[in-house]
């Protein structure tokens, strides 16, 4: 998925910081935790390296995806789904509510991939209901549902606005692609939490923070997928169909909440080594988080410069530059 704040540009980046600097080289009995996962991508690198992966986020489709990725350990079939392409198409909520030819006057996908959409998603629920798959083939299917349908919706990257004519990906007639699956011997855990309530409850070795760097609020941007994920009905609200959000607004998306915030997750993490992702844009400077991570022990800071995301077209953006700077922090308890 083509995410914000994405680290699969980075991986590599981060992979190499936190090996080199805690130096270990069995990583059977250790636990690494990433409170903010988004798409699973750092989480899912450090449970192919060997590490029990705690994994958690407050928007309910990145759990979706990380409960597949993260908390599926075996190899799934696909062949016993893929009979879902072929179902009927069916109107149902996202056709109802996202696509132009309901009346719904929104423009989030074509009419047929928004039945196309609803009838799997339908035929799922109805699979669960009757105790037809497992749980880990429901979030299998889930996950690769959420994966797929982004890549034919008709916005310029995220979900706070539709495209006024349908783009030539989204023009495209939609296909359920599966996730891979990957495999472990670990016992992961996923959750869906707020992670400054989730860092009380757990502890490990690891601790990796990659939180909303500015005021953008993923439950605005994403919430088109959050409503395929619970596919519950919700009442929607303006031009652009959003749905109740307030219990899932990010206190690091406010420059009024935001150092409050961070400062009580790194005391209250149980873990040796804290890493935090950040950008030299982000709404906390280089100055307060060190200020802030050095009350708890030794502060270090690595960096690498990467192109920076665009949600649009070039021309319509005023960016100052077309790279940015990320900073790993990096505090030893």
Known sequence: MNY????YSLIDFI????TSITNFSNNDNLVFADLFSGTGIVATEFKKLGYTVIANDIQYYSYVLNKHLIG???ELTKTNFEYLNNIPEFEGFIYKNYC???????????DENGKKCDSIRIQLENLKNQNLITDAEYFYILASLINSIDKYANTASVYGAFLKHIKKSAAKLFVL???PCITSDKTCSVYNENANNLIKKISGDILYLDPPYNSRQYCTNYHVLETISKYDNPQ???KTGLREYSSQKSQYCSKK???SAFNDLVKNAKFKYIFLSYNNEGLMSLEEIKDI???YGNYSLYTKEYKRFRSDKKENRNHKADSTIEYLHCLIK
């Not at 914000?4 to 680290?7: A, H, L, T």
């Not at 992979?15 to 936190?18: L, R, S």
């Open 257 to 259: 909440t935001v150092h």
């Open 72 to 74: 599926n350990n075996k």
């Open 4 to 7: 914000i704040g994405s680290k």
């Open 236 to 238: 929607l609200h303006g």
């Open 177 to 179: 692609d599966f996730l």
């Open 15 to 18: 992979i190499q910081t936190i």
């Open 100 to 110: 132009n030819g309901s009346g719904s006057g929104r423009n989030y996908f074509t």
């Open 293 to 295: 991570m050095s009350l």
